[in-house]
């Protein structure tokens, strides 16, 4: 670390200690040029990676919007709010633990679509078929098809 003071290039440490809240480590620096001394803080740094869309444009992440389509895909169906922000929750960890500073809005579609398989067949069907406007029929087909598998399944079972 440079000294703010004179820019000597090499700093000793007098002093390392944790903040209360465990979130950021205090270093007490001197100078070995000038003799001054100074403080460091060390910070986790996690951001949201930016959007990237289709057309290349970048956006931030705006978790109201993610909110928004989840809810507009679950419309009227038996899934709690609860069971909606846990989903939230998880796809927000991964983008942040991904490490990546920018993904592709199709990363999200597709973890928006692993969140809503696992909750509700019909929302699933509902954002898929919106998200991925047809482009790729055959994938939309597969996803009909397999409840139509399982709409089977339960009907041969009673
Ligand atoms: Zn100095």
Redesign the pocket.
């Known amino acids: 670390m440079k000294?703010?003071?004179?820019?000597?290039e090499d700093?000793q440490v007098l002093d390392t200690r944790i903040s209360e809240e465990g979130d950021s480590i205090r270093r007490r620096r001197r100078?070995?040029?000038?003799?001054?001394r100074f403080t460091t803080y060390e910070r986790i740094e996690l951001a949201m990676p930016v959007i990237v869309k289709k057309n290349g444009s970048r956006t931030e992440f705006d978790p109201k919007k993610l909110q928004g389509s989840l809810q507009l895909a679950l419309r009227k169906r038996p899934v709690s709010a609860e069971a909606v922000d846990a989903a939230i929750h998880r796809i927000e960890q991964k983008l942040l633990s991904s490490g990546q500073r920018e993904v592709v809005s199709g990363q999200i579609g597709e973890l928006v679509m692993n969140e809503l398989q696992k909750l509700d067949k019909i929302a699933y069907i509902r954002f898929a078929s919106v998200y991925k406007s047809f482009e790729d029929v055959a994938e939309f087909q597969d996803a009909i098809a397999e409840i139509g598998r399982e709409k089977k399944t339960i009907k041969s079972k009673s």
């Open positions: 000294c703010p003071f004179c820019q000597y700093t100078c070995i040029a000038c003799d001054k």
